[in-house]
């Protein structure tokens, strides 16, 4: 691709209808399983995320965080209390908000372009405008020259690239990341969290990110 192309790609309309990323969380309560199964995986919590901000979420395993991601997100539903993106309740998974997990989750039997691709495949465009955003997206997180690569050939560091790629392609208000550095080397987690606070600027998207180490929150987190 030319980078004209690139540029010109970069400038179109976000395939989402665009929000500011507010997260209003209040009275949070998750619990699974009934009777003796039961677990309180939350106790009520309250947490309000402010535009653009990036937002650490540290705590010992097993504390909650995974399960506060998944609540945010969609995927786990709640059993008490409300979570609101941009004022609207959530009530399962919506493209305005972008994920990236530990294991990267990337399709094995995709390239990196087919798996940035695969997230904009229900939005009516093009297959040529699919291929010239995914290749602006994967530029943007410096991997443009392994497009073609699949997962199999490509680092961790890599692979997370593509899943931050694939989160900000459909310029979501809200990224949230679960451990995304737990896989990765001291060295490669600083550059990828440089990389993902750096496309939440420029995307002007809020994250809520679990971390396992302090250090790595003050050093890449608002909060
Ligand atoms: P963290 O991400 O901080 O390690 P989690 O959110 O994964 O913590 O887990 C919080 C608590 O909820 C733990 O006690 C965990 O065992 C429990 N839990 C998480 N998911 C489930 C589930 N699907 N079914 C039952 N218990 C769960």
Known sequence: MQPAEATEISTVEP?????????????LTVEFGKGEDR???????DLTLEPGT??????????GKSTLLNVVAGFTPLTEGSV??????????????GVIFQNFALFPWFTARGNVEFALKRF????AERRARAMDALGEVGLAEHARKYPGQ?????????????????????????????????????VILGLLRSASQ?????????????ELATDFADR
């Open 15 to 27: 395939v989402t209808k665009p929000g500011s990323g507010r997260v209003r969380i209040a009275g």
């Open 202 to 214: 420029q995307h002007g998207a809020t994250v809520l990110c679990s971390l396992h180490q302090v």
């Open 124 to 127: 009516g465009l093009s297959k």
């Open 154 to 190: 490509l680092s961790g560091g890599m692979k997370q690239r593509v899943a931050i790629a694939r989160a900000f392609i459909l310029e979501p208000d809200l990224v949230l990341a679960d451990e995304p550095v737990a896989s990765l080397d001291p060295q490669t987690s600083r």
């Open 84 to 97: 609101r993106v941009d004022g609207r309740a959530v009530t399962g998974p919506h493209p305005s908000v």
């Open 54 to 63: 990036f937002t650490a979420l540290i705590g010992p395993s097993g504390c």
């Open 39 to 45: 677990t309180i995986a939350l106790a009520p919590t």
